[in-house]
């Protein structure tokens, strides 16, 4: 359905008032509180001049229990790729098996490689243990763990593949660091836990040094993500811009936002080479009764949707009008406290940003307003990122882990089975258990379950002689589960070393 909204908030045919070219945008209702607060948000984006072209799609919790195991029918992707910007309100994903993500799925289709959510506190009006906190988390959105690679491999022990790349790495950092540079912030902190994971964590704290050095103005910070998490809740005014790796990046968002005082005042975007998806950060709450929900983070994700867009300026008035309200004491339930001069409802609240709209907010910052003009076309804050780097190592097979599902008594005899059946072609160098070496000089103590490293090295041999280990292993009974080459780049190890050595 396709409709232009215009300034009684409903939709129908733009008035002559409007001056600037209707944009199209994607809008999707959501489930749960998702319908009421969308409405809120299209009236006062509406009211404060922002013209927009919505074609409204379903995604979400009746497209699932149609049948649809994505939640998202044919027609949103067509919206999508028409418009390249979605507002979303939040979606209610069913209970039970078979049923995908319906955010991961669209992030991975649309290439949206980076998470944004800007977090920060409103002192004096709202409170919150964290007064002076003002931060914007991002976070890469499409590698690490979640790339959905798992396994089970023997009957005690499954696996999850975790990626990292220097593509991904850098794309991200670069990107961290040229919000940073476009909204005038002056520092960037990169968490990660390559204290342990040296390869994956590693090549992406590596990459961050490297993009860092193109952007010396800014100053960049790397700390160990579970000091850092720690340290970024007790004392996040330190924190400006935070970059991280997937999955560290999705609990300290949650973490951030629930810290400004509200889940329900976080807006966030996801963004990438296949569009940008604005939403806010909370879920559809089907535990709130109806006119109860704050509709902030919707709204605060309509902005940056502006933004986005190149309408900075009505972008700016809603900020204002809504601070405005915010400083008023006019609040939603979730936020209510000392401050607080009238509890509103979803509809009070809404009407009262609109009440305010050219108001400028006096105890809180007030935004900056650009001058609206229908002639000269407003800078868009989208950020287009470019891959520099190129690596090309020399390559060296330098031998091959093989994984054995085996249950017999200890690695000793494992250790004598292998050596037995492989032959010349490869020396066997150890055996891990869980990451731990137990052979050689292995101890009683360490717990062994049925799944076995056994690492083989040889310089000098092919990947022919990688198969041909293996059909002797496989000769002699031994169940190897999987493989992982071991490869020298330039001389230096692509590979752990194992915890013991
Ligand atoms: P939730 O964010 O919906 O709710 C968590 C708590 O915060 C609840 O107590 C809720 O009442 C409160 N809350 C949330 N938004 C609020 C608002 N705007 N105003 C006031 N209070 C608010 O998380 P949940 O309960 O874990 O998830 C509910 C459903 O939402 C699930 O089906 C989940 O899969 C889905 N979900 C969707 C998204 C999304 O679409 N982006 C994100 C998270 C969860």
Redesign the pocket.
Known sequence: MRMQVVEDGKPGQASDKDKLPAIPITVAG?D??GPE?MASVLSILVAAGAHLDAEFVEVGEQVYLRGNTSGIPQEAWDSIARTGVML?A????PQGGGYKS??VTMRKTLGLYANVRPCRTYKPVVETRHPDMDVVIVRENEEDLYAGIEHRQTQDVAQCLKLITRRGSERIARYAFEYARKQGRRKVTCMVKDNIMKVTDGLFHRVFDEVAQEYPEIEAKSQIVDFGMANFVHRPEEYDVVVLPNLYGDILSDIAAQMTG???LGGSVNIGSGGAIF??????????PGD??????LLLAGVEMLRHLGRGAVAAKVMNAWLCTLEDGIH???IAGQHTAEHAGTRRFTEAVIERLGSRPEKLPAVAEPAESAEVEEESSAIAIEIRSRVREEKVLAGVDVFVDWDGIGPDELAIRLQAAAGVLFELKMITNRGVKVWPNGREETLCTDHWRCRFEAGGRKIEDVAELLLKLANSGIEFIKTEHLYRFDGKPGYSMGQGQ
């Not at 109860?292 to 983070?297: H, I, R």
Request: net charge negative; no cysteine.
């Open positions: 959501g749960g509180i607060i979303k939040p979606i209610t994903t319906l955010n509200s889940v329900g939403e806010a950060i909370h879920g559809s709450a089907p535990d709130l109860v929900a704050n509709p902030s983070g939603t339930r979730d």
